[in-house]
């Protein structure tokens, strides 16, 4: 019984290593890949910085916006 449970072990070990992909990547694409992901973050932080841009300038607009309702809502309205 001892002896199945050996080869038993030694079956599940190699089905597992044979079922791990052992490619290996090139450093050329590998380099290519991590250039592209520092493109890729950069690109990331400028567009926060513009979507915080654009969520201030809608604040302001909102703001403003208010501030015109109350004021059209305090003007009488003239009646011919």
């Given at each position: 019984?001892?002896?199945?449970?050996?080869?038993?072990?030694?079956?599940?070990?190699a089905?597992?290593?044979?079922?791990?992909?052992?490619?290996?990547?090139?450093?050329?694409?590998?380099?290519?890949?991590?250039?592209?992901?520092?493109?890729?973050?950069?690109?990331?932080?400028?567009?926060?910085?513009?979507?915080?841009?654009?969520?201030?300038?809608?604040?302001?607009?909102?703001?403003?916006?208010?501030?015109?309702?109350?004021?059209?809502?305090?003007?009488?309205?003239?009646?011919?």
């Amino acid at each position: 019984m001892k002896r199945h449970i050996k080869y038993l072990t030694l079956a599940l070990l190699a089905l597992m290593m044979a079922s791990c992909d052992s490619a290996t990547v090139s450093r050329a694409d590998y380099d290519a890949l991590v250039a592209e992901k520092q493109d890729l973050q950069a690109e990331n932080d400028s567009l926060q910085f513009e979507l915080s841009s654009l969520k201030m300038y809608v604040d302001y607009l909102e703001e403003e916006n208010g501030e015109l309702v109350e004021e059209l809502e305090r003007t009488p309205v003239d009646r011919q």
